[in-house]
Every structure is written in structure tokens, then in C-alpha cells.
């Protein structure tokens, strides 16, 4: 599943839709994980807000999820 998920993403970054200098690996293991936990949740909670995550999650790959003017706050939280 992974490998088709990293053709995807790298056809996309050659169509610019996905940033290119991210790696392709990367972010199929990311999207991966994501959904692995989602699953592993609903295990854990089967009332889990299906709408809620999938906002939540649609906000973080869109770029919306920091509002802040200071995007350094991002960068310093993934840097430790």
C-alpha cells in the first residue's frame, strides 16, 4: 500500500500539488500513520467524531490548522 501511496505523492509533486522537497517515503508513512491511529482510536472509542477528525487532519495537510502570524512557532514545536 505504501509504495502505490509514495507514486501517488511523487506524481503529485511533479505536478506541484505537493511540496517537492519533502520525501515521498516521508509523507506516505505520515499519511499512513495518521490513518493507523485513527483506526486504532476508533478501536479504542467507537464514538469517536468521525467528522471532527477528518476536519482536524484536512486542517493540518491544508494548512490551516496554524492561525498564528508567527509560523516560527510550528517550526520550534516540530524542532524538539
Known sequence: VRDGLVALIEE???RGEINST???DAVARTMVALYQGFLMQ???DP???VYAYTQA???LYGGTF???NDSDVAHSLLAH
Open 12 to 14: 503529485s509533486q511533479k
Open 22 to 24: 519533502l520525501e515521498p
Open 42 to 44: 476508533r478501536i479504542v
Open 47 to 49: 464514538e469517536l467524531d
Open 57 to 59: 487532519a484536512g486542517s
Open 66 to 68: 496554524w492561525t498564528g
